[in-house]
């Protein structure tokens, strides 16, 4: 596959140089923040690591690992989301928190890739980052740039339910379509036949280790090779 091709060379949504990577930083740490940045699998750290940044990190799967975390864990302990196109979006929605979108590239995007809305920014609701300084902006006071009422009809758009119910709908669907009365008696016959595994995902408090609320940053990402169907074309989170 090779390193993925990207005219962001730190592969960050409006980040062009070390000296604005280093300005972000600097930014970072005045307002107590961490920012969480996780780069496409493809993409060359070489910059990154040339560099010891205090308040970005980047959060791969190796920093998963390391953390002992899963990425919805790392996504729904953070403060804020940064991202473009991907999916990650409609979930992050249900957080009801700070969305902030960058788009710089969609001229050049969306003439390879299916764009299934009329007008992005009509349809797609959040603060839009169309600069370097609206990127610092946002992510020292993403409150700032919330805009509530917006974000819920996205939500409520995007999703029939809002609640913590959605492991007792889907026990419920699947007891109702194949058959069990319960998961322990059922356990083998289900992984085998199904390959189904009960996950359980906490929310964890939107503050890293000292006390600095997080960031989590979804770049110019194109991590899945096929997208989901119906949404052919568009970036996967």
Request: charged share 30%; aromatic share 12%; net charge negative.
């Amino acid at each position: 596959e090779g390193e993925l091709e990207s005219k962001l060379p730190f592969g960050m949504p409006e980040v062009y140089t070390a000296e604005q990577l280093e300005t972000l930083n600097e930014t970072l740490e005045h307002a107590h923040k961490k920012l969480l940045f996780r780069p496409h699998p493809a993409q060359n750290l070489q910059l990154f690591e040339e560099r010891t940044m205090s308040a970005i990190e980047i959060a791969d799967d190796a920093w998963l690992r390391e953390h002992d975390v899963t990425l919805y864990e790392m996504v729904s302990g953070a403060e804020a989301l940064v991202t473009d196109y991907s999916t990650i979006y409609y979930d992050y929605l249900l957080t009801g928190r700070p969305v902030g979108l960058t788009m710089g590239d969609a001229e050049e995007f969306f003439e390879k890739f299916y764009c299934p809305f009329d007008n992005l920014r009509q349809q797609i609701k959040g603060f839009y980052i169309d600069s370097f300084e609206q990127l610092c902006a946002f992510v020292s006071e993403p409150e700032k740039h919330r805009n509530k009422e917006e974000l819920e009809e996205m939500k409520h758009l995007c999703h029939d339910h809002t609640d913590d119910g959605s492991a007792r709908r889907l026990y419920e669907f699947m007891q109702k379509e194949y058959g069990f009365d319960s998961y322990e008696g059922q356990r083998s016959d289900c992984r085998s036949r199904y390959s189904c595994r009960r996950s359980l995902f906490l929310r964890l408090p939107h503050h890293s280790a000292n006390g600095d609320p997080r960031i989590y940053v979804r770049p110019y990402a194109r991590d899945r090779r096929v997208p989901p169907a119906g949404r052919r074309g568009r970036r996967s989170a």
